[in-house]
């Protein structure tokens, strides 16, 4: 089974500054990849996902980018940061082609101050 | 248009009470259901999924859900709630082959000792 692992668990930036959360993937290879955020109270929202090294889709036009320089590396970067970025931040992946449903890391949980 | 109902926000039940918590989809293509949930500040866990056949699936930690394809509903089911069960239940969709899952928007169970 996969595993994700997602840092830091908590995050407190000032606006303006730079951003880069990273999510590693284990027990899998190929994977399909995701970035959700959750703000405050709300439900998921899809970023970005990729299907490969290199391929981002982008679902949401903001501020924050992603990349996949690894095929089990996913990293969510902004260049500067808004107030309206916080949230909980979230990492997903799923078999490709399998469609046996996401599994997710455990989050981080980034406050823009 | 592809979504996902999940019409009670918030739910409120007394442990060892029985739990449904309701999922309502429009999709155009034959449907893969998912229930994921959440613990407070935690990512999202895979409860169970419905592809194919029975309608009536069982899942991790005692919860099941049944497909009515009539209805268009995936309503996920507990015989006999705990207070570890306290947490937000998300629902989704997706179909063979697809990219993206459409989530539903949460619903938040309390239980009452």
């Known amino acids: 089974s996969q595993t994700i692992h997602q840092w830091p668990a908590t995050l407190v930036q000032p606006v303006g500054s730079p951003l880069s959360l990273e999510c590693t993937v284990e027990?899998?290879?190929?994977?399909?990849l995701y970035w959700y955020r959750q703000a405050a109270g709300r439900g998921l929202q899809l970023l970005f996902y990729?299907?490969?090294?290199?391929?981002i889709s982008s679902e949401v036009p903001q501020n924050l980018s992603a990349s996949r320089p690894q095929d089990r590396q996913f990293i969510l970067s902004s260049k500067k940061l808004l107030l309206s970025d916080s949230g909980f931040y979230l990492c997903?992946?799923?078999?490709?082609?399998?469609?046996?449903?996401?599994?997710f890391g455990s989050g981080t949980r980034l406050t823009v101050v | 248009a592809q979504s996902v109902t999940q019409p009670d926000i918030h739910i409120t039940v007394s442990e060892g009470a029985s739990l449904e918590l309701r999922c309502n989809y429009s999709?155009?293509?034959?449907?893969?259901l998912f229930w994921y949930v959440q613990s407070p500040g935690q990512g999202l866990q895979l409860l169970l999924k419905y592809f194919s056949g029975d309608t009536l699936v069982q899942g991790i930690k005692g919860f099941e859900a049944e497909f009515k394809r009539s209805q268009s509903s995936f309503n996920l089911r507990k015989p006999s709630v705990h207070w570890s069960d306290a947490a937000e239940y998300f629902c989704?969709?997706?179909?063979?082959?697809?990219?993206?899952?459409?989530f539903g928007t949460g619903t938040r169970l309390k239980v009452l000792a």
């Open positions: 999709y155009g293509a034959t449907p893969y």
């Open positions: 990729s299907v490969g090294i290199g391929q």
């Open positions: 989704a969709v997706g179909a063979r082959g697809t990219y993206k899952y459409i």
């Open positions: 027990g899998t290879s190929n994977p399909n």
């Open positions: 997903a992946s799923e078999d490709r082609g399998k469609n046996y449903g996401y599994t």
